[in-house]
């Protein structure tokens, strides 16, 4: 996961700010779904339900992803629960917070080396004439 702390995420902040959205751009329908999602969330058992992945899991965050949500800092102060929970983290630096983080020159090797270290296949395996049939 990518840009988003897998423990602690602001869940309220962000239901608080797009209602504000939504209540300013009532004719934008897709706020209103960003604050059903939310809404949704707020009850969430988040630490229970991240505890029961088994799968390779990945948390990555920007360091400059430090505004309103403080993104870097709820990752940094959940870091060692996290890692005990089974998810490799990591820190990405773009220089542009948020949305630097997940732009593919930043996000694809930092996902493809996890995937590598995960996932990765023998040319056998994943060829249509090999075993991967």
């Known amino acids: ?26 004719e934008r329908r897709e706020i209103g779904r960003y604050a059903q999602y939310y ?17 390779p899991r990945l948390n990555y965050i920007d360091v400059s992803d430090g505004d309103d949500t ?7 102060r959940n870091k060692k629960t996290i890692e005990a929970l089974g998810w490799e983290t990591v820190e990405v630096n773009s220089g542009d917070g948020h949305f630097g983080g997940v732009m593919p020159d930043i996000a694809c090797p930092v ?23």
């Open 39 to 55: 809404e949704s969330l707020q009850d969430w058992p988040e630490r229970a339900e991240v505890g029961k992945l088994t799968c």
């Open 111 to 133: 996902i493809r080396t996890f995937l590598d270290k995960h996932y990765t296949r023998t040319k056998e395996e994943t060829s249509i004439e090999g075993k991967g049939r």
């Open 70 to 76: 403080d993104f870097i800092g709820r990752f940094r």
């Open 1 to 26: 996961m990518g840009g988003w702390p897998v423990i602690d995420g602001p869940y309220k902040l962000l239901l608080e700010s797009v209602r504000k959205l939504h209540q300013e751009s009532p």
